[in-house]
């Protein structure tokens, strides 16, 4: 299994430019997540999903979309990049939606907006 | 909300020294708890979780951590560190049935040889 697969690993985007991040797992898990790490501030949620078509908000989801149309993959998309959105941005996913569990996480994407 | 705790930002020691970094949640019903291990350039690794039972859990690489529930506390300690064990540590909680987690701010633990 590769795991939690995310794309690109790097990126430099201009203020007000849209893109898409990818992210792939393979495991068949249900439950998947995208978090944004800012230094001293740990992780924060920003979208999640319990499984393909459904899919929620969390703690800091201004300025991004997600959607789940199969299981496998969960792609992030900034819509119009602003500074404030440079950060690295971490996947990740579990077997189920219900219930506790560990989350697996992917490499992560370093994003820069200049 | 919940909110997690980390107070210590950067913590230095010497191989072979005991390591323990605090971790305070604030939510009152049940919770999950977990430390993940970042090490330089790599994504985040489960190093531990608590559910239930056994308020002493143990992890990987002979980490452990004690979940104090009267405390709202789940430490990590390690007896004896190693160079290796340089990384960044992070706390987190998922309340109830929920899958999200809260992460703390992290802990840069840097052991000098």
């Known amino acids: 299994n590769a795991g939690v697969t995310q794309t690109p690993k790097f990126q430099v985007l201009k203020t007000g430019q849209s893109m898409t991040l990818q992210c792939a797992q393979d495991m068949n898990h249900e439950y998947m997540s995208w978090y944004r790490q800012d230094p001293g501030m740990g992780l924060r949620l920003i979208h999640y999903s319990v499984g393909a078509g459904i899919t929620d908000q969390g703690e800091v989801p201004n300025g991004y979309n997600v959607s789940r149309s199969t299981t496998e993959d969960f792609p992030l998309r900034l819509l119009s990049a602003a500074p404030s959105q440079t950060s690295v941005y971490f996947c990740a996913s579990s077997l189920s939606g219900r219930g506790p569990d560990e989350q697996y996480f992917g490499p992560g994407t370093r994003l820069t907006v200049t | 909300a919940q909110s997690v705790s980390q107070h210590n930002h950067h913590v230095i020691l010497s191989e072979a020294a005991s390591l323990e970094l605090g971790c305070n949640y604030s939510?009152?019903?049940?919770?999950?708890l977990f430390w993940y291990v970042q090490y330089p350039g790599q994504h985040l690794q489960l190093l531990l979780k608590y559910f239930s039972g056994d308020p002493l859990v143990k992890g990987i690489k002979g980490f452990e951590a004690e979940f104090i529930k009267s405390k709202f506390s789940f430490n990590l300690r390690k007896p004896s560190v190693q160079w290796s064990d340089t990384a960044e540590y992070f706390c987190a909680v998922a309340s109830g049935s929920a899958r999200q987690l809260t992460f703390g701010s992290g802990t840069q633990l840097t052991v000098l040889p």
């Open positions: 939510y009152g019903g049940t919770v999950n």
